[in-house]
């Protein structure tokens, strides 16, 4: 089991920007495929980013364009830098890792942290 740490989120104006930090430990960093996954109120989880060891990212339609993910080695850790966001980003966010893509292999969640989008 991966232990993931996640960090920020909160309340945003529809427009503004938050960063979302998901820390691990440095094997499970170096070997695991990381990213994020959101769940809004009656609705299933979805995948929104993902980041592989050797740095290929993916991202939902939905946010390509306004949500960065990227990886610091030195910290063992994970960024999600959310731009422009809109109420509809409006969920919890879960980091996630796995030894495969995570639209399929998650293995380990974080606590999630909830991101509020204001209109």
């Known amino acids: 089991q991966v232990q993931l740490a996640e960090s920020g989120g909160g309340l945003v104006q529809a427009g503004g920007s938050l960063r979302l930090s998901c820390a691990t430990s440095?094997?499970?960093?170096?070997?695991?495929?990381m990213g994020w996954y959101r769940q809004a109120p009656g609705k299933q989880r979805e995948l929104v980013t993902a980041i592989t060891p050797g740095g290929s990212t993916n991202y939902a339609d939905s946010v390509k364009g306004r949500f960065t993910i990227s990886r610091d080695s030195t910290k063992n850790t994970v960024y999600l830098q959310m731009n422009n966001l809109k109420p509809e980003d409006t969920a919890v966010y879960y980091c996630a890792a796995g030894l495969g893509p995570l639209s399929t292999q998650v293995r380990s969640w974080g606590q999630g942290t909830q991101v509020t989008v204001s209109s």
């Open positions: 440095r094997i499970a960093f170096s070997f695991n495929t």
